[in-house]
């Protein structure tokens, strides 16, 4: 079946360095969804991209899509320790969603 | 808006114990899901439902899980008998309806210790 594949698994940066995920998968991706999971807490939607090559913002975040619909990038610009989390992509496809493993986004001391 | 209810919080069982959880989602969603989250890996679906109907349950193990959603409202999922692999948290979620618009609402979580 459909497999979503996100790396890296963990990523450490200092405060104020940027942090990227990436999300891709062998077959079409039909909308990508992304996710926070804060440490003990729930995933919580972030944002949905429907188009080939759709470049979204939210402040510091900048969603992005791929032309070929097979990958999508999440990357934070100047992380601060409220960005520490799990960033889960999820495809919403079939009116299912196929998760992604996450990626634990860690800000070192 | 009032979210998604899941009750109880935490359970501590011991293996070959049953076990119920209770989700109440976000008032007119029709689609609930049930996951389960094992520390450090991502929600894994057990179950979706379409109102009272289920649309996926391919990875729901049959032979020991069972979950419903009678008046297409509240639903709960119960395990019996208990293995110590099935600690993890148990997360429900809700969206509007099936639809590539919409998204989830996740509760709090019921997290499962089997010991």
Redesign the interface.
Known sequence: GQQVMQIPQYQHVQEGEDFTTYCNSSTTLSNIQWYKQRPGGHPVFLIQLVKSGEVKKQKRLTFQFGEAKKNSSLHITATQTTDVGTYFCADNSNYQLIWGAGTKLIIKP | EAGVAQSPRYKIIEKRQSVAFWCNPISGHATL?WYQQILG?????LI?FQNNGV??DSQLPKDRFSAERLKGVDSTLKIQPAKLEDSAVY?C?SSQE????????????TRLTVV
């Open positions: 899901y890996q991502g929600p894994k679906l979706q649309v996926d997360l979620a099936q639809g590539w618009d919409t998204e989830a609402f996740f509760g709090q979580g």
